[in-house]
């Protein structure tokens, strides 16, 4: 939308008010770093989530020791009101054994992982693979009935990957864009989900589909699509392209696939962490300042990127506050969110429950998932009057990494929950290398991403932001 001249000279007045009305409190900045180099605990919350737990798929046992170990921690550390908050999510899913082999024209191994969700198949299957990816709509149409039991191969070769990371807004030299998200490479194609319907209606024993990334590197979601549903396997791309290359050659392959998995029926609420460090001026204790991130994961690797790093950073933040004293005007208040990967669940449910007052009471709510890394600043999400504020508090970041605070918007994670009902919410750009190419949603978002140096510095952004935004006069300017 276009601003008039006087409209937007009415902003930038009441942004520099806003700034000037607020000394940064340098003391208490000292402190937070400090304390975030001599009593970190970064380590042994990231290795808990990341050795000891592992993948945290939602409602999975794992995801719920997660909640556990989380809940437990908070509690030990000695934050008020620390408890977990139940919604409706649905049934769990382990994966207990998967096989996929060429057994024919000679013996591999194949690189391939099945879908989150996905049924088991009807034991081993041993068989020559329905090869769609040559046929045209009539020849498929002919095949159907042969499809039901079948190994069952929609897909032509993947023949586009996701071979970039997505720019680092922060960077010099970078125009960032107007929105920044993930690759739409990594939609599943409209093709894609029509034949998946078919193999379905045709009761396939399994759908074998590419990975749209490369170099053995392989994204793997899935949803629970209920009894209808048929086993799934996403297979590395460059093994997926040499078998159907060897279909179209008439070689005869043979496969042998196993997948058996248990669903986890007993409990289908799903939970978010609530914590806090309670506000201390009469007048502004009502108003809450919340930090979040979500401690759930996608199950082939073991979530390091996305995101046990950000339930690391978000926790510490909130520990070196409470290490260090902090009586901060408004309360401050820490969610670990469930359900983030299968659509935002855990934060919507809370914005859903939230109260009007309750949602007027939030001055703002930080978020960290996409990228790891370092924090180099936060995408302003369009609001103008934010950005002054968040260019002074940056500033005293600068010798941890700070660059510059970016006007654009993110997508894809838990502040997109609170915008929508109106509440400031915001991310911050982390590095995005090898993220979108190597870890995000794969089988390679392993440890060996993320670097304890870099949990220190997120944990210390996160850590002054919320004491500056809790110290305010006002609330956070909203759009
Ligand atoms: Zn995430």
């Not at 024209?105 to 299957?125: F, H, K, V």
């Not at 920044?180 to 759908?207: K, Y």
């Not at 799903?270 to 009502?286: F, R």
């Not at 979040?292 to 994961?297: C, E, F, L, P, T």
Request: neutral net charge.
């Amino acid at each position: 939308m276009l601003q008039s001249p006087r409209r937007i000279a009415a902003v930038l007045l009441c942004a520099v008010s806003l700034v000037s009305a607020q000394t940064i409190d340098t003391a208490t900045l000292a402190k937070i770093s400090a304390e975030a180099a001599s009593g970190s605990q970064v380590s042994q919350v990231f290795d808990t989530l990341t050795i000891d737990i592992g993948p945290r798929l939602t409602n999975s046992p794992a995801f719920f020791r997660a909640v556990d170990f989380a809940a437990d921690k908070l509690k030990a550390w000695g934050f008020e009101n620390t408890h977990k908050e139940s919604w409706k999510f649905g049934r769990g899913w382990t994966l207990n054994k998967l096989t996929l082999e060429m057994t024919e024209p000679r013996y591999m191994p194949l690189i391939g992982y099945a879908e989150g969700w996905s049924p088991s198949t009807a034991g081993e299957l041993v068989a020559t693979p329905i090869y769609l990816g040559d046929k045209t709509p009539a020849q498929i149409e002919a095949l159907k009935a042969s499809l039901k039991g079948a190994i069952v191969m929609p897909l032509p070769p993947q023949q586009v990957y996701v071979r970039e990371d997505r720019p680092q807004p922060s960077a010099s030299g970078v125009v960032a864009p107007e929105i920044l998200s993930p690759s739409p490479l990594f939609a599943t194609p409209a093709e894609a989900q029509r034949l998946n319907v078919l193999a379905r209606t045709a009761g396939a024993g399994l759908v074998l589909r590419p990975s749209v990334l490369s170099d053995g590197t392989v994204y793997v979601t899935g949803r629970d699509q209920g009894a209808a549903n048929v086993p799934s396997v996403i297979l590395s791309s460059e093994h997926y392209n040499m078998i159907a290359g060897m279909m179209e050659h008439n070689i005869p392959v043979k496969l042998r696939v196993n997948v058996q998995a248990t669903y986890q029926e007993a409990e289908t609420n799903s939970y978010n962490i609530i914590a806090e460090i309670p506000g201390t001026d009469p007048l502004l204790k009502d108003q809450v300042v919340m930090l979040g991130a979500h401690i759930d994961s996608w199950h082939t690797g073991v979530g390091a990127t996305d995101n046990a790093d950000g339930t690391t950073t978000m926790m510490e933040a909130m520990r070196i506050l409470k290490a260090i004293g902090a009586k901060p005007r408004r309360t401050i208040r820490l969610a670990l969110w469930g359900g983030e990967e299968q659509g935002l669940l855990g934060s919507k449910a809370w914005v859903a429950k939230a109260t009007k007052q309750d949602l007027e009471n939030l001055s703002v709510y930080f978020n960290i998932d996409n990228g790891t890394g370092p924090i180099y600043g936060f995408a302003m999400e369009n609001n103008e009057g934010a950005k002054p504020l968040f260019d002074s508090w940056l500033a005293q970041l600068r010798d941890i990494g700070a660059r510059k605070n970016v006007n654009l918007r993110l997508t894809n994670t838990d502040h997109l929950s609170f915008i929508a009902a109106g509440v400031p919410g915001f991310n911050p750009f982390q590095d995005y290398q090898d993220y979108d190419v190597r870890t995000h949603h794969t089988n390679m978002d392993t440890r060996d991403h993320v670097k304890t140096a870099d949990l220190r510095q997120s944990a210390i952004v996160m850590a002054s932001f919320a004491w500056q935004a809790a110290q305010m006069d006002e609330r956070l300017p909203r759009k």
